[in-house]
């Protein structure tokens, strides 16, 4: 769905920039298994329905139990049309949302490439 070539890409002075966008998750003391459980179906879901190949990682050191999904993308505007599709589908009740009592707190953060 989001094929390389057919997307323009960010370029700042003659450098390609592709963007990888991180969903972090920290969660709450004891609840670091259903964090990871549900940043798994979050990532199959998405995959599944944007035609994507993100990954979830675990942290090593820092907060304890804390989850990212990664997906790399070809610009900033793939990036919203994904993002605008979750919040339409998490709207229309097609994703599940995060329980309450699982995640202190979620960040997500687009970080451009430099090196292309």
């Known amino acids: ?19 990888l966008f991180t969903r972090t998750g920290t969660p709450y003391p004891g ?3 259903d964090a990871l459980k549900f940043a798994k179906a979050r990532r199959d879901a998405i995959n599944q329905k944007f035609g994507l190949k993100a990954k979830v990682y675990v942290r090593f050191g820092g ?21 605008r599709g979750a919040i339409a589908s998490a709207a229309a009740v097609q994703f599940e949302n995060a329980p309450s009592d699982v ?6 953060t687009a970080w451009l490439s430099v090196d292309d």
Not at 2 to 19: C, D, E, N, P, S
């Open 31 to 33: 609840r670091q298994s």
């Open 103 to 108: 995640f202190q707190k979620i960040e997500e």
């Open 1 to 19: 769905m989001f094929g390389r070539a057919g997307l323009r890409k960010i370029q700042y002075r003659g450098i390609t920039m592709t963007v």
């Open 63 to 83: 907060d304890v139990g804390q989850v990212v999904m990664i997906e790399e993308f070809p610009d900033l505007a793939a990036v919203e049309k994904v993002k």
